[in-house]
């Protein structure tokens, strides 16, 4: 790799198949003998764990929308400084399950509290690192209910915000993918295979080094 690590992050609404491609893509990276670190947040460190109880499974509780962001940009603080950072500077691939973009789409836009004040916000909380690229998997909200539905999953605090917040999620989604050369949207539907391989597809012509000549 011609730098230090590389910074690569899955978004995209509920249940579209930010995991599912995470595993899958993680594996391909061990096959290829690249060191990979992988995690999700809100979490990857105990403190960012504990925020996760508290935001996603205490539906009793209320919590005001600038009390959830900056229990997000909390969780992410502790993320990049016991998660990412080290990754990257041991020179590996860090893999993450969601990152500042769902901050921006669900609270500065789902929740109404301003773009400009989530990204203000959110480098505070990072000291300003960016992922190298967002693949933001896209999928109509209401295929991700059913595939998750099929799961047999319960909606958590936030997943259970209603059609029309999800509608605003996946539509603001799109609007930042489509502004920002340093994300990419991929066609979530099809079968976890036709997925990932779009996804392979992307990081072997935006990064030759080391995925260009790979296959699989
Ligand atoms: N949040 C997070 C914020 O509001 N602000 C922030 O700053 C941050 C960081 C996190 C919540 O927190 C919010 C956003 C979220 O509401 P989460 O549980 O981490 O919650 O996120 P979810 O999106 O809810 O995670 P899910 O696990 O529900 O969804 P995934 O990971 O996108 O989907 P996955 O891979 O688990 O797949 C869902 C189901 O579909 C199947 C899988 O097997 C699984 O059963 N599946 C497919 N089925 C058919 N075809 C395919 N191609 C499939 N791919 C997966």
Same mark, same amino acid.
């Given at each position: 790799?011609?730098?230090?690590?590389?910074?690569?992050?899955?978004?995209?609404g509920?249940?579209?198949?930010?995991?599912?491609?995470?595993?899958?893509?993680?594996?391909?990276?061990?096959?290829?003998?690249?060191?990979?670190?992988?995690?999700?947040?809100?979490?990857?460190?105990?403190?960012?764990?504990?925020?996760?109880e508290?935001?996603?499974h205490?539906?009793? /509780?209320?919590?005001?929308?600038?009390?959830?962001l900056?229990? /997000?940009?909390?969780? =992410?603080?502790?993320?990049?400084?016991? *998660?990412?950072?080290?990754?990257?500077? +041991?020179?590996?691939? /860090?893999?993450?399950? +969601?990152?500042?973009?769902?901050?921006?789409?669900?609270?500065?836009?789902?929740?109404?509290l301003?773009?400009?004040?989530?990204?203000?916000?959110?480098?505070?909380?990072?000291?300003g690192?960016?992922?190298?690229?967002?693949?933001?998997?896209?999928?109509?909200?209401?295929?991700?209910?059913?595939r998750?539905?099929?799961?047999?999953?319960?909606?958590?605090?936030?997943?259970?915000?209603?059609?029309?917040?999800?509608?605003?999620?996946?539509?603001?989604?799109? *609007?930042?993918?489509?502004?920002d050369?340093?994300?990419?949207?991929?066609?979530?539907?099809?079968?976890?295979?036709?997925v990932?391989?779009?996804? =392979?597809? *992307?990081? +072997?012509? +935006?990064?030759?080094?080391?995925?260009?000549?790979?296959?699989?």
């Open positions: 790799m011609s730098r230090t690590g590389l910074f690569l992050v899955l978004e995209g509920e249940g579209v198949g930010k995991t599912t491609h995470a595993l899958l893509l993680a594996q391909w990276f061990a096959s290829l003998g690249l060191a990979v670190t992988r995690a999700r947040e809100p979490g990857g460190t105990r403190l960012g764990e504990a925020i996760r508290v935001l996603l205490h539906r009793e /509780m209320e919590i005001p929308p600038e009390s959830e900056l229990l /997000m940009l909390a969780a =992410r603080a502790a993320f990049v400084r016991e *998660v990412v950072r080290p990754a990257l500077a +041991r020179g590996e691939i /860090m893999l993450a399950d +969601r990152f500042e973009y769902s901050t921006f789409v669900y609270q500065g836009l789902g929740r109404g301003g773009l400009d004040r989530a990204r203000d916000l959110n480098a505070f909380a990072t000291g690192i960016r992922p190298d690229l967002v693949v933001v998997l896209d999928l109509p909200p209401s295929g991700a209910a059913a998750r539905r099929s799961a047999g999953r319960a909606d958590d605090r936030i997943e259970g915000e209603g059609e029309a917040f999800l509608t605003r999620i996946h539509a603001g989604y799109r *609007v930042l993918a489509e502004g050369p340093d994300a990419v949207v991929v066609d979530a539907e099809g079968t976890p295979e036709e990932q391989a779009r996804i =392979r597809s *992307v990081l +072997r012509v +935006r990064f030759p080094e080391p995925f260009g000549s790979t296959e699989g």
